[in-house]
Each structure stands twice: as C-alpha cells, then as structure tokens.
C-alpha cells in the first residue's frame, strides 16, 4: 500500500473520444498542500472531475488512503472522504447561505452533525455567518468562494480538491480566499489546489505539479519549482 493519502497512477479521462487528462501520475501525502498549475483548457478541472466521480476515467488507477476508487459513483467518493470545491463555486443563487451551506452536510452523519458544522463554519467565516439568511445570488466574489469553502467543511473530509479559488476576485478577496485556506492547511487539512499559475499560492503550497496537455511535466517542492526559470517564465504570473 502507498504512504500517500491520495495515489494517482496513469490516470486517463475526457469527454466522448476526447482524451483530456492523459496518463496522468501523481500523490499528495496526508497534510500535505500540493498545488497544480497549468494554462487554460489543460485539464485542471477534468482531472478533479475525475478524481471525485463526476466523469468516469477511462483509464488508470486512483488510491485514496490505499482504497481504489477510480470509477465509483460520485457520492461514494464523498463519502469516503474527498470533498471538491467546484471552479466557480456551484452555489445555488435563489438559496440563502445557511441553505447553500447545509447542502454541504447531505451525506449520512454529517446531517446529524449540521448544526455542529455551521457553527464551525461561522466561526472560521465570520463574514459568511453575517450574510447567512441573505440569497446567494447577492454575495459579493469573494463572499460566494468562501461560502462554498464552507460549504465543503459541513462534513469530513480526508482531502479538499479546491479549483481555481483565485478566479474572478479582486485583491481583498484574494486575500481573504487564501488566508482561509492557509487556516485550513495550518490545521493539517490535505489539500489539493489548482490555478493558472504561481501568484496566489507562496503561502500554501507543499509541492507544484505543473499540468500540460494533461499530463504532469514537473512536480517538485514550491521552492524548487520558484527556482526553475522555463516553469517560472511559464507560470509566475504577476509576482515578477
Ligand atoms: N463537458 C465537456 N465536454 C467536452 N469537452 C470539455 C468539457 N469540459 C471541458 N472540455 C474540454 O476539455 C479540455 C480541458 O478543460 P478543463 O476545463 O479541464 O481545463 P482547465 O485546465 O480546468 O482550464 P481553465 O483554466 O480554463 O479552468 C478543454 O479543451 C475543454 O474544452
Ligand atoms: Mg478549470
């Protein structure tokens, strides 16, 4: 069996007869934040798509704490312990907050354990608890990523699989995003990140992997990556 929490092995997936995500290998260690880069349309999304169940891989193997979950249903991967942060949020707009939240919390125990959560939730966000009766559809960016930040902590979870956090946000929120997410990784929460590139993520990152054409082509600590001149010409953003 790996030491790795989550194992991933020549992993393949894409849409019809269109491979996106090829022959893919990667691990993230338990407590670890690894974060992936890569351009647009590389296949960020789908990889995490296929890592949670919501497109059946067409190839490979996914371990998550040793178990072999590539293939199975969606909610069974939930319910062993992967929680997905959807690339835009996934918020439902008419719903409040409150409800947005608890639909984080459907699965089994983590029902009985609502109220529970919320709590937890509200204290970690305060600025979430303070719009917690207004519709969805009313937050501001950076308000709705953190409510769905939220959302995904109303139950377990053995890894957070966080896409884009930084999308679409004004600096403050930006901030507001990553410092969230820099609590949950002092916590000793297992994350697995993506963005485009390197400007958001100095504070959290364990390891890059960088994703193109949808395959890994480089992996190394932050450190290493930050150094490597081809990666950061490609890949350090703003930051220079
Ligand atoms: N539902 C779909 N049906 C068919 N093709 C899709 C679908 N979703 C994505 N694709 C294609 O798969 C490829 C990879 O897309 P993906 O969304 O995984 O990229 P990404 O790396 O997450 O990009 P971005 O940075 O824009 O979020 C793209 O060519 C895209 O057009
Ligand atoms: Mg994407």
Redesign the pocket.
Known sequence: MSEALLSVRRLSA???A?T?VRELDLEVRAGESAVII??????????L?ALNGLIRPTAGEVLLEGEAIAGRPSEQIARLGAVLVP?GDGLFPEMTVEDNLLMGAFLGQSWRDRRRSLARVYDLFPGVKARADQQARTLSGGERRLTALGRALMRPSKILMI??PS?GLAPVALDAVYGAIAELKSAKTTILL?E?NFTHVGGIADSVHV?EMGSITRSGSYQELSEDEGVVEAYLGSIT
């Open positions: 894409g849409y019809g269109t996106v890569g351009p647009n349309g590389h296949g960020k999304t789908t990889l798509r690339q896409d884009e999308l993506v485009e994703l």
